[in-house]
């Protein structure tokens, strides 16, 4: 009678814990208001232009036990790399130790769980009738952390001291009072702190904001509902990915390539993956690619390697439904420590979590490029093409530092050309920061064009998006600092495309003056100077000669490439009178073509 009793027991728990598909989107979708409420609040409440027009940040929960439950779009790269910030705090302060009101703050990628100093994290712990069940945590990019330069974003940093103040996992607020010493070390170390400060106060305003909405979720529910429900959503998670998984076929997909230099050096930088699949888990392991560089720009930390290849396989799932700790359980990685993908103390990293993060994601396209032919792109303009304009208000005398990601090609695809000024693969829901407003805000700059850049997109059947052409001028004397990507290896190319346009920053472009750079910093600029950012356009998907002769033509007449153009790339023959497409002329021209 006894184990009758116990087994019984045992069922009525389990049933219990068992959430039924509505609640549980209910739940889920519970959890997803509390994360873009977080989200509202940076927008309305941040000051600089990189968190309020870019959305350089995102807003992430966690359950008590530190395991992701709930994401805001926001950055992928910063999404699936919160759990190391995670692990970071309740390393060092256990959540058993933690009390209602306390705040901890990192940025630091060695001891810190960052992706790089600019993105500081702050983590607030969530109580409910006293006991801990959530942490909210949210990671924003501020525009100066210190460091040599500007922007604190060097590609050719040569090691992590450069890049400006490391802060390891810290309590930041004891029983809601800030310790003010932290704060203090923190200001003094940014050039632009009246900015900061603002962005700061936005990201503990979006915690309260955590909590107080995750009170409204908790009274609404209960806390056992809510945690039978996140039990659920994480295998739900999982299984997801590993259906996604399972759809590719078992065995072993290897690809490799080359980025660009490291900003010390211009050595190309050679990088591959191997992926092994087995039913439903994936093994990426990136062994063989360059060990660690002296440059800022060829190294990919381990915290962005893990989350630039979950981002990737994000990319075969509904992420809507999946994207919480569970979605991660099948995906096992690894990179030899010292390499370009595991580099160790104290290599400097901040600028490669665009251009070797990116590469990293393309490498996998071009893996699976065979097995998913119709989801897979071609080859896209690189990194986030960041610049940092910077110099001393003429009026005031005040620093002000202007920072930016830029758009570019993505490239083609199977049923459709590839998207035109578009952020990079890791950033997301990004936006440009409007002209309007950059000038506005910096009155030392002006924009003079911003347009898309002819004949940048890689020709194809379906040709990459096309780059754009952001020309300013500099009406105060000043510093620019740029990482830049794809001036080398161009956007790549797929089943015969051909590759885009390379990116560049040209100083002076039309004159004798003129220069172009990639990968620089402290490049001193008089007022007056033109200063021309250009991104490459994406790589082409398929045979161009194989393009729909009428869909050459509206890019003729959209003025993005010439009549020359037409014939001899797609062989399509356009009439320079009527503007019209010479069909027997066309047919000819490609049938000779082909050979």
Known sequence: MSEARDTLREVINTNQHRVDPVTLEVIRAGLMSVVHEMSITMDRTSYSTIIREVHDYSCVL???????????????????????VIDAVTGRYPPESMRPGDMFISNDPYTGGGTHKNDINIVMPIFWEGELVMMSASKAHHLDIGGKDPGSWSSDARNTYQEGLSIPAM???????????????????????????GDFAA?????????????????????????????????????????AIERIPDGVYRAEGYADGDGVTEDP??????????????????AGSDTQRSGAAGNCHWVNTVSGTREFMMFLT?????????????????????????????????TGIGDMCTRL?????????????????????????????????????????HFSPYAGGWGGRAETDGNSAMVSLISGDNFNIPCEVMETKFPGLLAESYKLRDDSAGA????????????????????ITVASDRDKFTPYGLFGGHSGAASGLIV????????????????AVEAGTVLSHRTAGGGGYGDPLEREPQAVLDDVLDEFITIDVAAETYGVMIDPQSMQIDLPATEQRRMRELG
Request: glycine share 12%; net charge negative.
């Open 62 to 84: 966690f359950d008590a036990q530190g395991r992701l439950i709930a994401q805001a779009e926001g950055i992928p790269i910063f999404n699936g790399s919160m759990n190391f």
């Open 171 to 197: 309590q930041l607020a004891r029983d809601g009072e800030i310790n003010e010493a932290i704060t203090d070390i923190l200001f003094a170390n940014m050039r632009v702190p009246q900015l900061s400060r």
């Open 203 to 243: 990201q503990i305003a979006a915690g309260k904001t955590a909590e107080l909405r995750a009170h409204a979720f908790l009274k609404k529910h209960g806390i056992a509902l809510f945690r039978g429900a996140v039990e659920a959503l994480l295998d739900h998670g999982e299984r997801i990915s590993r259906a």
């Open 269 to 286: 930088i050679h990088i591959q993956v191997k992926a092994t699949v087995e039913g439903g888990d994936i093994w990426l392991d990136y």
């Open 318 to 350: 509904d992420t809507a439904l999946g994207g919480n700790e569970g979605s991660y359980r099948p995906i096992h990685i690894d990179a030899p420590a010292g390499s370009v993908f595991r580099p160790q103390y104290p290599a400097p990293v901040t």
């Open 361 to 401: 994601i393309e490498l996998l396209f071009q893996a699976f490029a065979e097995v998913f032919p119709k989801e897979v792109i071609a080859g896209t303009f690189g990194t986030v093409h960041g610049m940092t304009l910077s110099g001393f208000d003429e009026e005031t005398g005040a620093e002000f530092v």
């Open 460 to 479: 194809g059947r379906h040709r990459g998006g096309w780059g754009v052409n952001y020309d300013y001028r500099m009406l105060w004397p000043g510093e």
């Open 508 to 523: 002076h472009p039309g004159t004798e003056r003129e220069r172009a750079y990639a990968r620089d910093s402290g490049i």
